[in-house]
């Protein structure tokens, strides 16, 4: 089963395209997904913003963590996210803690394919020489946040805690890794929400969902219709497996009712393979809701398939391995804890908890 879920999965980078890589994927994109399902086409994408190249290099756009927005081919818009981690690092601390996680983003962007979520924009990794492929076409606000740091060229760029060299990333012989991520086609404009089952992000105080019993009850008289809520549950569980614990707020396309909930910004996954922050899964515990399409995928990957494939697949990419064998033990755990957090609503409220797909992406 792993071998034959490996063989479907993994991008096929060798496939080559009659049309500009960039026009297709921004074809794939509509109100329910960002991508079709085991599309030939996805390696050569993968390839073409691993591999084309660098023609401009700017600040990132908005937020809070260090990243660069790059020109490729002089077409297309990517983020590019660097490393900050080893692999093997462990961070410790708040389950938000710790510097967005360069590696994160790629296994996010593959978890969510097996999942059939195919909800995250593209994700590959790549190493960059940051003097020929970064600094030859940056902009002068970008070139304005780089210095030398033991004879390495350093930048801190522009974010909310991008403050000076104290906040710089240096290359290690003159490369970079990170991870690019692929934007969005500018004609879907997206609207910023915030996400019912935030955190404070304060010591000693509580939301109204960690202390309100019946506080399902209220979001749900706030999604009346539509896919929303059943799109929060997903993304809960797919946050609980990977960690992420900073989803505060979440974007939908505009102009769209069904619009998917975009999970864009994983990078604040997989920091520490030991904890599992169980409040990540409210949405589902407190709802007692989950889709028939994601419960169905859940049970098809338990039993250690879910870590076999994923790291099938991603020990394909440029700039693997991208995840230790901690955090393939703890993907396991965690979908065993989110399959029993299931058979408990069953238990509660019947077979009524496992909610039939009303609405779907294109296959």
Known sequence: VI????????????VLLSES????????????????SNADELGAILRAMSHGEITAADVGFKGTQLKLTLMIDGKQQVVFKPAWYPRDYVVTGPPYAGRDRHNAEIAAFHLGRLLELRRTPLTIGRRVDIDKEIIRVASQKLLSTFYEREGESCFYGRCLYCKGPEDGVCATSGVLEGTLVLWLPHSFKM??????????????VRAKWETDTMYCDTVKSNFKSGPRLLDIIDTCVFDYLIGNADRHHYETF???????LIML?????????????????????????IRSSLWQRLLALQDGV??????????????????????????????????????????????????????????
């Open 3 to 14: 071998k034959a879920m490996i063989e479907r999965f993994t991008p096929r980078y060798s």
């Open 254 to 260: 505009q102009g769209y009712d069904d619009s998917m």
């Open 191 to 204: 609207t910023l929400h915030k996400h019912p089952w935030s955190r404070t992000y304060r010591d000693n």
């Open 265 to 289: 910004d994983n990078g604040k996954s997989f920091g520490n393979p030991s904890v599992d922050e169980i409040t990540i899964l409210a949405p589902l515990y407190q709802c007692c809701q």
């Open 21 to 36: 890589p960039w026009d297709v994927a921004s074809r794939w994109v509509q109100s329910r997904q960002i991508h079709p």
């Open 306 to 363: 879910l870590s076999g494939v994923l790291a099938g697949i991603l020990s394909t990419d440029p700039i693997s391995p991208i995840l230790t064998d901690a955090h393939f033990k703890a993907l396991d755990r965690r979908l065993k804890t989110v399959l029993e957090e299931v058979q408990k609503c069953i238990s509660q409220v019947g077979i009524h908890a496992i909610v039939a797909d009303t609405v779907s992406p294109s296959r």
